[in-house]
């Protein structure tokens, strides 16, 4: 798969302290790739500095195949922070404006801001000024700006960030839709783990400014060397005692309930203690998550 972006050891420093510490990340065309970290781990600084916003110490950017920065601008558009409008306009207007901005006028530009306002759901509400909007809203309609250039690559920072449960999904449904039905790559920076997970098929995981893991999804949540089991048994601390160290790690205890690490087939760990005396009337995986990759990492 061809890549929309490569990122080869970006640095950004601010005085002694670095924001970014060569940072090396990769986005393939037709990912939804989750930019993951902490607060204050670098992520926005190192999209300022791929989107040419501001100046990198260090490193070299390639961006849907050019490494000039204004040609690399043609294709890509960008959210960074909160999106600001003219809250005295209503949602036309302000696409108006931007399409004037972008050099469209006339019928060329009123389909358009047609088409935008149908992609994000925002037909019904075009002509209200944008003051009475919701955060969510604001959100699509941000992306709606976005789309009046037809990028090829879109960046989004914490676009969920702030939305009640109902935007959330919404903007969720509307960034897998952009990568499905678009073809667009769309490069999403956040600490919210679970959406990330659910909308995300690739990630990065950054703190202090370095890159710590990247990997698709799938691959980084079965990376643990040993899986963990939720074991249930009448006698769960006697069970506890008696499986060998060697091949048996129980993590806690908490009533009749085990969770125990180990590199061997569940139905080792059921023969083993049974074989031991002990009946088990629960063994199940514990299935990982993207909070227990992210831990982890940082750890």
């Given at each position: 798969m061809p890549q929309a972006l490569t990122v080869r050891r970006l640095t950004r420093s601010y005085g002694s302290r670095k924001a970014v510490d060569a940072l090396d990340?990769?986005?393939l065309e037709g990912d939804v790739y989750g930019f993951l970290g902490p607060n204050g781990a670098g992520k926005t600084t190192a999209m300022r500095c791929i989107l040419g916003l501001i100046?990198?110490?260090?490193?070299?950017?390639?961006?849907?195949?050019?490494?000039?920065?204004?040609?690399?601008?043609?294709?890509?558009?960008?959210?960074?922070?909160t999106p600001a409008f003219h809250d005295w306009m209503t949602a036309r207007q302000n696409l108006m404006q931007a399409g004037w901005?972008?050099?469209?006028?006339?019928?060329?530009?009123?389909?358009?801001?047609a088409r935008v306002l149908e992609r994000v759901g925002l037909v019904d509400?075009?002509?209200?000024?944008?003051?009475?909007?919701?955060?969510?809203?604001?959100?699509r309609l941000a992306i709606a700006r976005c789309l009046l250039g037809e990028p090829r690559m879109l960046f989004l920072d914490e676009p969920t960030n702030g939305l009640d449960p109902a935007g959330m999904k919404d903007m969720r449904d509307l960034v897998r839709s952009l990568a499905m039905h678009d073809g667009i790559?769309?490069?999403?920076?956040?600490h919210l783990l679970a959406e990330v997970q659910a909308i995300?098929?690739?990630?990065?995981?950054?703190?202090?400014?370095?890159?710590?893991?990247?990997?698709t999804v799938a691959d980084l949540l079965k990376?643990?060397?040993?899986?963990?089991?939720?074991?249930r048994c009448a006698s769960a601390?006697?069970?506890?005692?008696?499986?060998?160290?060697?091949?048996?790690?129980?993590?806690?205890?908490?009533?009749?309930?085990?969770?125990?690490?180990?590199?061997?087939?569940?139905?080792?760990?059921?023969?083993?203690?049974?074989?031991?005396?002990?009946?088990?009337?629960?063994?199940?995986?514990?299935?990982?998550?993207?909070?227990?990759?992210?831990?982890?990492?940082?750890?």
């Open positions: 990340l990769e986005v100046r990198r110490d260090e490193g070299e950017v390639t961006l849907l195949g050019d490494t000039d920065p204004v040609r690399q601008r043609r294709g890509v558009a960008a959210i960074i922070e901005y972008g050099g469209l006028s006339g019928s060329s530009l009123d389909r358009a801001i509400r075009a002509d209200e000024r944008t003051r009475g909007y919701s955060l969510g809203m604001r959100q790559t769309v490069l999403v920076s956040s995300c098929n690739r990630v990065g995981i950054i703190d202090r400014g370095r890159m710590r893991a990247e990997g990376s643990a060397d040993q899986p963990l089991y939720r074991v601390v006697a069970l506890a005692e008696a499986l060998p160290a060697e091949s048996f790690t129980v993590e806690s205890t908490d009533g009749d309930v085990l969770l125990v690490r180990t590199a061997l087939p569940a139905e080792d760990l059921n023969r083993r203690a049974f074989e031991l005396g002990f009946a088990l009337s629960m063994l199940a995986p514990v299935e990982r998550n993207l909070e227990d990759v992210f831990l982890e990492v940082l750890a």
